[in-house]
């Protein structure tokens, strides 16, 4: 039960593998994200508007 802090050392040992295998699945290509749209982060406005109208497909990526 990870909610009691029992067992956490556990969870977070078995967590920490399988993100350590999807960093492998998305260096390798076999998992591809999909990306509907990138913005700027001066352009987060149009960014979440665009994410919040439900209409594409992937996610909306923030870059730096």
């Known amino acids: 039960?990870?909610?009691s802090g029992k067992g956490t050392?556990?969870?977070r040992a078995e967590m920490k593998e399988d993100f350590s295998q999807i960093i492998e699945?998305?260096?390798n290509g076999v998992l591809k994200p999909q990306?509907?749209?990138k913005f700027p982060l001066?352009?987060?406005t149009e960014a979440m508007e665009l994410?919040?109208?439900r209409t594409t497909f992937g996610k909306v990526v923030i870059v730096p």
């Open 42 to 44: 001066e352009k987060i």
């Open 51 to 53: 994410s919040e109208s």
């Open 25 to 27: 699945l998305l260096r």
């Open 35 to 37: 990306i509907a749209a």
């Open 1 to 3: 039960d990870i909610w």
């Open 9 to 11: 050392d556990k969870f």
